[in-house]
């Protein structure tokens, strides 16, 4: 399963978070595909597979003591039933 995460730094967290971003625990099927610094709205954005919903939760619940994320699921836009 494909998952992407947006992440925003906490209001005097960013030096904890950056440390965090560069070196996060990796449980066992996870994959990291791309993490990303950007200028905008958001910090970061992390794109990862895992095996599972749970797997995903278990990665991301590091980050959330320094930073806000918003985890989605994602699917190749092929796979989606509404297009054609």
Avoid at 50 to 68: I, L
Wanted: aromatic share 10%.
């Amino acid at each position: 399963m494909l998952f992407v995460s947006t992440i925003k730094a906490q209001l005097g967290q960013h030096l904890e978070a950056i440390k965090l971003f560069k070196r996060p625990k990796i449980p066992e099927g996870v994959e990291i595909l791309q993490f990303l610094g950007v200028f905008g709205d958001k910090d970061a954005i992390l794109i990862f597979s895992a095996p599972d919903e749970a797997t995903a939760a278990e990665f991301t619940v590091q980050f959330c003591h320094v930073a806000a994320i918003q985890t989605s699921l994602a699917l190749p836009i092929e796979d989606l039933k509404w297009t054609h």
